[in-house]
């Protein structure tokens, strides 16, 4: 079965830390996303990758910074957490550009504290 | 990306065909109709997509109305695990602003 895997389930960090979320697929999917999910807001788009070393920036990209140094590999970091980052966090990945077969990972859930 | 407009809620008994709808009026000619849901708790996971024909696959069906500016989802025999919200998204391929999630509508499949 295809994957995204993200490393972590629950997190709990502290205000002023830096944060690494890790996303890992293995189909060989050369574009990869990272969204935000919070209560009455839905899912949005925080940067996401087309390729290795190439990154674009969301619709809310502050506070946020990403890696991609291998194509299976997308890293999310808060460069220092603060409370209103506090959210779960999902990995997709996808063959294609547009909206077919994105493959969701299973979420972390942050809190700041 | 065009607007979708969904109902923020629908009910459906199991067993049935839960007819979920989805209204994009602006939607641009080479903009395809994707559907996602999200079980509680996991990823959103993709479930068809079509441009103007109606489309099947083994989880639902699609329909597409002539002038493309609606479409319903169909679960011919909905059970309880299809519980989710479902999401309605217009987008062309190869869009680099991918996917948007809007709302959604959150279908309650009753026993």
């Known amino acids: 079965d295809v994957k995204v895997t993200q490393s972590s389930r629950y997190l709990v960090k502290r205000t002023g830390e830096k944060v690494f979320l890790e996303c890992v697929q293995d189909?060989?999917?050369?574009?990869m996303f990272w969204y935000r999910q919070d209560p009455g807001l839905g899912l949005r788009l925080i940067y996401f990758?087309?390729?290795?070393?190439?990154?674009e920036k969301g619709d809310i990209p502050e506070g946020y910074s990403v890696s991609r140094e291998k194509k299976e590999r997308f890293s999310l970091i808060l460069e220092s957490a603060s409370t209103n980052q506090t959210s779960m966090y999902l990995c997709?990945?996808?063959?294609?550009?547009?909206?077919?077969?994105?493959?969701f990972g299973s979420g972390t859930r942050l809190t700041v504290v | 990306d065009a607007k979708t407009t969904q109902p923020p809620s629908m009910d459906c008994a199991e067993g049935r065909a839960a007819n979920l709808p989805c209204n994009h009026s602006?939607?641009?000619?080479?903009?395809?109709v994707y559907w996602y849901r999200q079980i509680h708790s996991q990823g959103p996971q993709y479930i068809i997509h079509?441009?103007?024909n109606n489309e099947t696959n083994e989880m639902a069906s699609l329909i597409i109305t002539e002038d493309r500016k609606s479409s319903t989802l169909i679960l011919p025999h909905a059970t309880l695990r299809d519980t989710a919200v479902y999401y309605c998204?217009?987008?062309?391929?190869?869009?680099?602003?991918?996917?948007?999630f809007g709302s959604g509508t959150q279908l309650t499949v009753l026993p």
């Open positions: 079509g441009l103007k």
């Open positions: 997709a990945s996808s063959r294609y550009r547009g909206g077919y077969g994105y493959t």
């Open positions: 990758s087309y390729d290795v070393k190439m990154k």
């Open positions: 602006t939607i641009s000619g080479n903009e395809y």
């Open positions: 998204i217009a987008t062309s391929p190869g869009s680099a602003r991918q996917l948007t």
């Open positions: 189909m060989d999917h050369e574009n």
